[in-house]
């Protein structure tokens, strides 16, 4: 339950304090007070929309903390310990929710000392406080409306979700099989020429890199003669020409550095330099001489290789790529064509998917259809027994639920609100039949019925008994508060019948000190309420007999 709401420069508020209590609490004034201004600050920290205009005419800010117990909202709970906003068996049963507007437009919020965004604000506000307004039966004239009152009193959120998700994926792919059904001859005429393609480069076998190696091998076959020869010379240059070789030269040099390195050992460090040169010529001539072993005149080979070189340049140029990039062309044309030949393209699999697809929404629509005509039921009698009391004697209120046309993101219903005002006069539609006075009660009707379903642990009705009163107001009043004996009920009213029933009384004034006018709210007691009743039932003049009256009243 809110348990405390904190104001500070807030339209024509200045600054106010107040404890909320449970059970029902009666917001009650003079007309133009300020009765629906504390309405407003709740529904703005709980996510509602702001401008600048609620700030307080010379103030910079506007300031609204609103305390909520939510020791009996395990929802609430829950969804704080997900956002990282409570922790798991924290014992402190209070969250408080606080927003702060400049007269600039700018917003900020914070859940238990916590920024946040408003869709959070929202999301949170919808498991703690529900709100009536004074107007909503100007929205139930449209269908829209209509259908979310009944879902929202059938509870069918969950169920809502799973229709609109499959209606985005069966939409999704009717859409693309259209599009594809319209583009078939295009779509064929690119997975050919894909074919044709990927056959030339798949005929030739490609390898990675294998252009590099053929380049290598075709320098290599071309150039066999000479690179025997150069092989051949430098082998008896280094070692095999006896006497000559570079091999003999040195070694005749290292044997007369060796006598003398008797004579000075500063000699041996150019002693060990030609002994390792010694040692790398010979492995030199040796790795020459397997060189020349290795090479082949192989005019065949020679043949292919050119022949296959021959190909990657003719394919190169027809793919507009380098002979080294054609391996990597046809990976990216294989990829293309197994794109355009995957399901999403292919009509026949598309077709399958998408009946698949349109069954399951079938089947989810059905079950959130059955819902709503099972609660339809219980909404239509509610209302209707409602009706009866609230001076509609021989009223009927019903739902009527047909298939709708086409499938939509909410379902296969059509949802319609029908009334018959009168004895034995035929139910027609809501907006055909009813007058504003009929069409209030209607809605106040179907608001107190819904109320009974919803487990939010406050509920708040903004002037919700306009255009009624005497005997029917005074039933307005009891039923809200036997609300209140569950749950916390706030209630602005302008009637005494409805503010005589509350548990609770504050009263909203206009305070004026001759420059400015500001708004305060008194809690009344037990006298207080005696005078505030007497003043909404009798005007300016307030009489002994009236007083009389607002203490039967209370004591009723």
């Given at each position: 339950?809110l348990?405390?709401?904190?104001l500070?420069d807030f339209?024509?508020?200045?600054k106010?304090?107040?404890?909320?209590?449970?059970?029902?609490t009666?917001?009650?004034?003079e007309?133009?007070?300020?009765?629906?201004?504390?309405?407003d600050?709740?529904g703005?920290v709980?996510?509602?929309?702001?401008?600048?205009?609620?700030?307080?005419?010379?103030a910079?800010?506007?300031?609204?903390?609103?305390?909520?117990?939510?020791?009996?909202?395990?929802?609430a709970?829950?969804?704080?310990?997900?956002?990282?906003?409570?922790q798991d068996?924290?014992?402190d049963?209070?969250?408080i929710?606080?927003?702060?507007?400049?007269?600039t437009?700018?917003?900020?919020?914070?859940?238990?000392?916590?920024?946040?965004?408003?869709?959070?604000?929202?999301?949170l506000g919808?498991?703690?406080?529900?709100?009536?307004?004074?107007?909503?039966?100007?929205s139930?004239?449209?269908?829209?409306?209509?259908?979310s009152?009944l879902?929202?009193?059938?509870?069918?959120?969950?169920?809502i979700?799973?229709?609109?998700?499959?209606?985005?994926?069966?939409?999704?792919l009717?859409?693309?099989?259209?599009?594809?059904?319209?583009?078939?001859?295009?779509h064929?005429?690119k997975?050919?020429?894909?074919?044709?393609?990927?056959?030339?480069?798949?005929?030739?076998?490609?390898?990675?890199?294998?252009?590099?190696?053929?380049?290598?091998?075709?320098a290599r076959?071309?150039n066999?003669?000479?690179?025997?020869?150069t092989?051949s010379y430098?082998?008896?240059?280094?070692?095999?020409?006896?006497?000559?070789?570079?091999?003999?030269n040195?070694?005749?040099v290292?044997?007369?550095?060796?006598?003398?390195k008797?004579?000075?050992?500063?000699?041996?460090?150019p002693?060990e330099?030609l002994?390792?040169?010694?040692?790398?010529?010979?492995?030199?001539?040796?790795l020459?001489?397997?060189?020349q072993?290795?090479?082949?005149?192989?005019?065949?080979r020679?043949?292919?290789?050119?022949?296959?070189?021959s190909?990657?340049?003719?394919?190169?140029?027809?793919h507009?790529?380098?002979?080294d990039?054609?391996?990597e062309?046809?990976?990216?044309?294989?990829?293309?064509?197994?794109?355009?030949s995957g399901?999403?393209?292919?009509l026949?699999?598309?077709?399958?998917?998408?009946?698949?697809?349109?069954e399951y929404?079938?089947?989810?629509?059905?079950?959130?259809?059955?819902?709503?005509?099972?609660?339809?039921?219980?909404?239509?009698?509610?209302?209707s027994?409602?009706?009866?009391?609230?001076?509609?004697e021989?009223?009927?209120?019903?739902?009527?639920?047909?298939k709708?046309?086409n499938f939509?993101?909410?379902?296969?219903?059509?949802?319609e609100?029908t009334?018959?005002?009168?004895?034995?006069?035929?139910?027609?539609?809501?907006?055909?039949?009813?007058?504003?006075?009929?069409?209030?009660?209607?809605s106040?009707?179907?608001?107190?019925?819904?109320a009974?379903?919803?487990?939010?642990?406050?509920?708040?009705?903004?002037?919700v008994?306009s255009?009624?009163?005497g005997?029917?107001?005074?039933?307005?009043g009891?039923?809200?508060?036997?609300?209140?004996?569950?749950?916390?009920?706030?209630?602005?009213?302008?009637?005494p019948?409805?503010?005589?029933?509350?548990?609770?009384?504050?009263k909203?004034?206009?305070?004026?000190?001759?420059k400015?006018?500001?708004?305060?709210?008194?809690?009344?007691?037990?006298?207080?309420?005696v005078?505030?009743?007497?003043?909404?039932m009798?005007g300016?003049d307030?009489?002994?007999?009236?007083?009389d009256l607002?203490?039967?009243m209370?004591?009723?």
């Amino acid at each position: 339950m809110l348990s405390h709401i904190y104001l500070k420069d807030f339209a024509i508020i200045e600054k106010l304090d107040l404890e909320l209590k449970s059970g029902m609490t009666a917001l009650t004034g003079e007309t133009g007070a300020g009765k629906s201004i504390l309405i407003d600050a709740i529904g703005l920290v709980l996510g509602d929309r702001a401008d600048s205009g609620i700030v307080r005419h010379g103030a910079e800010k506007t300031e609204i903390t609103l305390s909520v117990d939510i020791e009996d909202t395990p929802t609430a709970k829950q969804w704080l310990i997900e956002q990282d906003l409570r922790q798991d068996g924290d014992e402190d049963d209070e969250c408080i929710l606080r927003r702060v507007i400049t007269a600039t437009g700018k917003s900020r919020a914070w859940i238990n000392g916590s920024p946040c965004n408003l869709k959070m604000m929202r999301e949170l506000g919808e498991q703690l406080v529900d709100i009536h307004g004074q107007h909503e039966h100007q929205s139930l004239m449209k269908k829209n409306m209509q259908r979310s009152m009944l879902d929202d009193f059938a509870g069918n959120q969950n169920l809502i979700k799973k229709v609109s998700e499959a209606y985005d994926s069966w939409k999704e792919l009717s859409n693309k099989l259209s599009l594809l059904s319209n583009q078939n001859s295009d779509h064929q005429a690119k997975l050919d020429l894909l074919r044709f393609q990927t056959q030339e480069l798949d005929e030739l076998q490609l390898s990675e890199n294998e252009s590099q190696s053929l380049d290598e091998e075709h320098a290599r076959l071309s150039n066999s003669g000479h690179l025997i020869d150069t092989s051949s010379y430098c082998v008896v240059q280094l070692y095999d020409a006896d006497e000559q070789s570079i091999y003999s030269n040195i070694s005749d040099v290292v044997q007369r550095i060796e006598a003398a390195k008797q004579l000075d050992s500063i000699l041996q460090e150019p002693l060990e330099l030609l002994q390792n040169a010694q040692i790398q010529i010979q492995e030199s001539a040796d790795l020459l001489r397997r060189y020349q072993e290795s090479v082949e005149l192989d005019p065949e080979r020679l043949d292919w290789v050119n022949q296959r070189l021959s190909s990657f340049h003719e394919l190169a140029r027809k793919h507009q790529t380098t002979p080294d990039q054609l391996f990597e062309k046809w990976q990216s044309l294989h990829e293309s064509l197994a794109s355009l030949s995957g399901d999403d393209y292919d009509l026949d699999a598309l077709q399958a998917k998408l009946e698949k697809t349109e069954e399951y929404y079938v089947n989810t629509a059905e079950a959130l259809s059955k819902a709503r005509q099972k609660s339809a039921k219980l909404l239509s009698t509610g209302v209707s027994k409602e009706m009866q009391q609230l001076g509609m004697e021989g009223g009927k209120f019903a739902i009527q639920i047909s298939k709708a046309d086409n499938f939509t993101n909410y379902g296969i219903d059509d949802i319609e609100f029908t009334v018959s005002a009168n004895p034995g006069q035929p139910l027609k539609a809501l907006n055909k039949v009813a007058s504003g006075g009929e069409l209030s009660r209607i809605s106040l009707a179907i608001q107190m019925i819904a109320a009974q379903r919803v487990t939010l642990p406050a509920l708040i009705f903004d002037e919700v008994d306009s255009g009624i009163g005497g005997g029917i107001a005074e039933v307005v009043g009891k039923q809200l508060r036997k609300l209140g004996s569950s749950r916390q009920v706030l209630c602005v009213t302008h009637l005494p019948q409805v503010a005589s029933c509350a548990h609770n009384h504050h009263k909203v004034t206009k305070i004026k000190n001759g420059k400015t006018t500001s708004t305060g709210m008194l809690v009344l007691d037990s006298e207080q309420r005696v005078d505030e009743i007497a003043r909404m039932m009798g005007g300016i003049d307030i009489t002994q007999t009236t007083l009389d009256l607002a203490k039967e009243m209370l004591a009723n």
